[in-house]
């Protein structure tokens, strides 16, 4: 297996990996820069779990393959939240019940945050559209929407 | 028809500082932050990487079992076979703490030996020092089978000369209910209605696949870091694994969705054995197609309702037949067709019923553990059931219901009372009146249906079982509070609600409390995070541990005000005199008092549920659960009468939950609980042929997404009834088993024909309205033909 050395930022630092030409970036944030945050529910872009943005755009880092991230940005779960303040999709999710287990909760937050930096005044019809590739098993997505729309009306 | 919610009794509930209170959960910022650490997200220094070779045949003898070629790749470590773990078998029911004897042949291997009996049975385990080794390693293992004659339908595997899964013959469990004189019931009866349902395998699909690392320490002490529903299974596994119970240690870490799934041991064994074998720390994470290859089901059932009702709709006797699919390993299978044989007849008065049903062993995945444990697969049938004898009788699905709904005093199917408030026609009621008049539909094609199903569920375990929770609850020298309760949290807010009830007793605020759990040795044992039970049984074990903390901290503040405790209380995290709460100290003082005259600060408490004995199995009289949840679920459905799609436009749940210790959590269980009972209604089905599962990944297994589901809105009842902590009753499962029986409801309105069998997908829709207008003679007669190649 032939090895490269990316340069990637993530979360706002340059980071240089050696990956595997066959490694994803689900298996490199995890494994090569212990971003454990993003989770791993399917590897086969079904579930939505580890949705990450890609320069800006939402992604199924299982479906991404490390090498293709070179020279691009990556933000994660972790890089949501700026000086110990959590993002306001965050805080929506905590205040609003949109969180059980939890394991979705990255994914979503991700594919969340994303929908209102294109769409700031999405409808309730929006909020399901951008979420469809993020399942949920523990909410039945009402508190979610509701996170969203909360999170919405936050944003200055 | 226009419904209106019945008046509630009065019930005047305490105000309460902490409980009752949509409290931000203490488990939330961890998760929004991507800080909480998951079992698939630990590493060890040295770790090597594990993966399981299985079956590939649901039934075979294993000619040849080759792992030389394996165990000779370089950077493999250890590969482990049925060979190498002669005594290696998994008691594999009744988990948790219970001294109760164990039903007899519920055994598995942990390894098959000489024959496989499901698809996905474990055969080999490998361990290496990188997974692409251990995944090439899987490849190496060379096998031949000689096919055994297999059998994949309940029914069949319950006819003489069917092939036999364990000797001596197929039956896993029988049960049945002999109450009052059945033949006495249809005599009276003016109208006997007969029907039978059906419903399908059906995956957990929790987000998070099973994973976990274990390692040996310098004690000998196996560690296991795993997500379970039951550290309790430590026992289990060091008898499988040949090591005294205390060498085996779970570390148990918060889940990412269980619902009975990761009640049976998973993960865990394997890395048990791998890491006494190899003494080094061993990983092991399923992938999403493993996940559904390894792990259990939920049982499918076939279930007959004959029942005599009087025109008013009154059932004067009830004769119920269920046959539900054990796969090809016990587990829980008996224990779910019990919990299905007791609710068979719902939450109904039926003083003349025979009950009957007997689970069978096949050579399908094995069925276990699923929310609802039975009484959601009884619920699919008894409420369809009450619709069609309001069809044949011509009265409102309402009225047959209230003519028949049990009430406080009132014995169930097994006689036993029921004590606590029974709110059903209140929750019917209330739910219907949400739902509101029914949408007009937007063009002929379209039909639009409304539907409600009512339930009772138990919640706490069988009785018999001698169920206890322990729990500690202590205050430290500053008044911060730490509780230890070896309570799994699956991530329906367990752990969040034991400190909520601390908080109260305590007189101090959410965040004051730490809580440590889920380990099977350093927190007290709490028993399993199934039945619906942790809030009842270690809620109450928290409530009296703070109590008796609470008790300590009065007496010694009593001296020092000249008060007598009862005219004292704790708020805010200080003590006080109620009469003059100017007078006042902090915790921390008073715990610094009590500190210095060697006082307790701490307390340990052992709750016990009811103990009861063994039931007579000749008629199942008596006493079986601590006590029931009841309410309602309605919907509206839009069903498309041209592609046969159905969508769900209204979903409304109502539940007396006892007490809603925090009711955004309650509010989250019926949501969340009821989205996995529409799922069961119209999509979700684990697809078996002849053992094979066809839906092996989630491209395959549909769960509902955000565009499936309606807002399903929740209406939290309190009667204050329970027998949990503060008269709250258990919801957990209670909120998913009246969904889909609503959904059948609503789609048969809408349709006016009923499809007998989940999930209700558009082939059946179409199918239905085909065989409604008659053109079912053609097309069934056609088929027919085609197989057996005779003329129609």
Redesign the interface.
């Known amino acids: 297996m032939s090895r490269h050395t990316i340069s990637v930022t993530v979360n706002g630092s340059a980071e240089y990996v050696d990956v595997p030409s066959n490694m994803t970036l689900l298996q490199m944030l995890?494994e090569k820069l212990a971003?454990?945050?993003?989770?791993?529910?399917?590897?086969?872009g079904?579930?939505g779990?580890c949705t990450v943005l890609l320069d800006g755009e939402p992604v199924n880092a299982c479906m991404v393959l490390a090498v293709e991230v070179d020279g691009r940005e990556v933000t994660?779960?972790?890089g949501?939240?700026h000086d110990g303040q959590?993002d306001v999709v965050?805080q929506a999710?905590?205040?609003e019940?949109g969180?059980?287990?939890?394991?979705?909760?990255?994914g979503m937050?991700i594919s969340a945050h994303s929908l209102l930096d294109r769409n700031p005044h999405p409808t309730e019809e929006e909020?399901?559209?951008a979420?469809?590739?993020?399942?949920?098993?523990?909410?039945?997505?009402?508190?979610?929407?509701r996170a969203v729309q909360k999170a919405a009306r936050g944003r200055v | 028809m226009k419904y209106t919610a019945k008046p509630l009794p009065k019930v005047e509930l305490p105000e309460l500082r902490q409980v009752g209170k949509?409290l931000?959960?203490v488990?939330?910022?961890?998760?929004?932050?991507?800080?909480?650490?998951?079992s698939?997200?630990f590493t060890m220094p040295n770790m090597l990487h594990a993966k399981v070779f299985r079956s590939r045949e649901p039934s075979a003898r294993i000619k040849r079992l080759d792992v030389s070629r394996a165990r000779a790749l370089p950077g493999v470590v250890c590969v482990l076979t049925a060979a190498d773990l002669p005594d290696a078998r998994l008691v594999t029911d009744m988990p948790g703490q219970t001294g109760q004897k164990r039903r007899a042949g519920s055994d598995a291997p942990v390894l098959a030996s000489d024959v496989v009996r499901f698809a996905g049975e474990p055969i080999a385990l490998i361990a290496a020092e990188t997974l692409a080794v251990a995944e090439q390693a899987l490849d190496l293992v060379e096998i031949e089978y000689e096919p055994l004659p297999g059998v994949f339908d309940p029914l069949a595997a319950l006819q003489p000369g069917a092939p036999v899964v364990h000797e001596p013959d197929n039956v896993v469990a029988r049960w049945k209910i002999r109450k009052g004189d059945v033949k006495a019931g249809f005599a009276v009866a003016d109208v006997v209605v007969e029907n039978t349902f059906r419903v399908p395998f059906i995956d957990?699909?929790?987000?998070?696949?099973e994973s976990g690392v274990a390692w040996m320490d310098g004690q000998d002490v196996i560690n296991i870091r795993v997500c379970t529903q039951v550290v309790e299974h430590f026992r289990s596994i060091a008898r499988a694994v040949g090591v005294p119970h205390n060498k085996i240690h779970i570390q148990g870490t918060?889940?990412?969705?269980g619902?009975g799934g990761k009640e049976d041991i998973t993960v865990e064994i394997f890395l048990a054995l791998l890491a006494k074998h190899t003494r080094r720390p061993v990983r092991l994470?399923y992938?999403?197609e493993e996940s559904i290859l390894a792990h259990s089901k939920r049982h499918p059932f076939i279930i007959t309702h004959r029942t005599g009702v009087k025109r008013n709709g009154r059932i004067t006797a009830a004769e119920i037949k269920m046959v539900s699919d054990s796969g090809a390993y016990l587990y829980l299978s008996p224990y779910v067709l019990l919990y299905a044989t007791i609710a068979a007849s719902g939450p109904y008065r039926v003083d003349h019923l025979k009950v009957d049903s007997v689970s069978a062993a096949t050579n399908n995945p094995f069925t276990s553990a699923f929310r609802g444990f039975g009484a959601a697969q009884a619920a699919v049938a008894y409420e369809q059931q009450m619709d069609e004898i309001a069809k044949v009788l011509g009265l409102d699905p309402l009225e047959v219901r209230c003519v028949n709904y049990l009430k406080t005093g009132d014995r169930n199917a097994t006689g036993q009372e029921i004590k606590s408030a029974v709110w059903l026609e209140e929750a019917a009621t209330r739910a219907l009146e949400a739902l509101g008049e029914k949408t007009p539909a937007p063009s002929d094609a379209v039909k639009i249906g409304q539907g409600f199903a009512s339930y009772l569920q138990s919640y706490g375990r069988i009785t018999w079982f001698h169920d206890t929770s322990r729990a500690w609850v202590g205050l430290e020298l500053d008044g911060s509070v730490v509780i230890r309760c070896g309570v799994p949290d699956?991530?329906?807010?367990q752990i969040n609600s034991l400190c909520q009830i601390a908080a109260e007793v305590l007189g101090v605020g959410l965040d004051d409390v730490t809580i440590y759990s889920t380990d099977s040795a350093l927190t007290p044992l709490a028993g399993t995070t199934t039945a619906t039970r942790q809030l009842y049984m270690s809620g109450n074990a928290v409530f009296h541990a703070a109590g008796a903390v609470r008790e300590s901290l009065l007496e010694r503040a009593s001296k020092h005000f000249e008060e007598p405790p009862d005219g004292l209380d704790l708020a805010e995290g200080r003590v006080f005199v109620k009469d003059d709460p100017e007078q006042s100290l902090p915790l921390s003082e008073l715990a610094a008092m009590c500190a210095a005259g060697g006082l307790p600060l701490a307390n340990l408490y052992l709750f016990k549920a009811p103990f009861t004995s063994t039931l007579d199995p000749e008629g199942l009289q008596g006493d079986v659960f601590p006590d029931f949840t009841f309410g309602a679920h309605a919907v509206e459905v839009a069903v498309d009468t041209e592609t046969g799609e159905i969508t769900l436009l209204k979903s409304v749940g109502c539940h007396d939950v006892g007490r809603a210790i925090n009711p955004?959590?309650v509010?989250?269980q019926i949501?969340?609980?009821?989205?996995?009972g529409?799922g069961y209604a119209l999509m979700e089905e684990v697809i078996v042929e002849e053992g094979i599962i066809r839906t092996p990944?989630?491209?395959e297994y549909l769960?509902?997404?955000?565009?499936d589901?309606p807002?399903?809105q929740a209406i939290i009842l309190e009667s204050g009834s329970g027998v949990g902590p503060f008269g709250a009753k258990g919801i957990g499962e209670p909120s998913l088993t009246p969904a889909a029986p609503a959904v059948a409801n609503a789609v048969a309105d809408a349709l006016g024909v009923r499809i007998p069998d989940l999930p209700l997908t558009p082939d059946k829709v179409l199918a239905a309205l085909d065989r409604a207008a008659g053109r079912e003679a053609v097309g069934a007669a056609a088929c027919e033909t085609d197989d057996d190649g005779s003329e129609a």
């Open positions: 995890r971003l454990t945050g993003t989770k791993n529910g399917c590897e086969a079904e579930c779990a994660t779960v972790e949501l939240a959590l965050q999710f905590v205040e019940g969180v059980q287990c939890g394991f979705c909760t990255p937050l909020i399901r559209q979420l469809v590739g993020n399942l949920c098993r523990c909410t039945g997505y009402t508190r979610i929407v | 949509p931000r959960r488990d939330a910022l961890g998760k929004t932050t991507g800080t909480t650490v998951y698939g997200d957990h699909a929790y987000i998070e696949p918060l889940l990412g969705g619902f994470e992938t999403r699956l991530g329906a807010g955004a959590a509010v989250g949501q969340g609980g009821s989205a996995q529409l990944s989630l491209a769960i509902p997404t955000a565009m589901l807002v399903t």
